[in-house]
Nanobody, 126 residues
Framework: LQLVESGGGLVQPGGSLRLSCVAS????????LGWFRQAPGKEREGVSC????????NYGESVKGRFTLSRDNARNTVELQMNNLTPEDTAVYYC????????????????????WGKGTLVTVSS
């Protein structure tokens, strides 16, 4: 199972980025999908998670109202739209997938994910 992230880069505070994650060798239809991030010197934390049905999504408190997670099963991708970025959002962002118990379950736990990407770096700086 391989996930490949893209879309990271350098952006000024207040700017936006759109991260994408595409699956290779398998289809994402039956997976809940999530994004995690790890800032320099900090532990990895959950950012957002979307159910396999696409009907449920949850967000970390620090990104609520600024980030939007969506999935496109036809393109086998999941995307994270990040707006109003701050330097505190600087981190390596990882895409991950998990086989959920139900299709409406948006529960992405770092220790339980079934597949991970290698990450894409987002740097927010002026």
């Amino acid at each position: 199972l391989q996930l490949v992230e893209s879309g990271g880069g350098l952006v000024q505070p207040g700017g936006s980025l759109r991260l994408s994650c595409v699956a290779s060798g398998f289809t994402l239809d039956h997976f809940a999908l999530g994004w995690f991030r790890q800032a320099p010197g900090k532990e990895r934390e959950g950012v957002s998670c979307i159910s396999s049905s696409g009907g449920n999504t949850n967000y970390g408190e620090s990104v609520k109202g600024r980030f939007t997670l969506s999935r496109d099963n036809a393109r086998n991708t999941v995307e994270l739209q990040m707006n109003n970025l701050t330097p505190e959002d600087t981190a390596v962002y990882y895409c991950a997938a998990i086989i959920p118990i139900t299709s409406d379950q948006a529960l992405c736990i770092e220790g339980g994910m079934d597949a991970w990407g290698k990450g894409t770096l987002v740097t927010v700086s002026s």
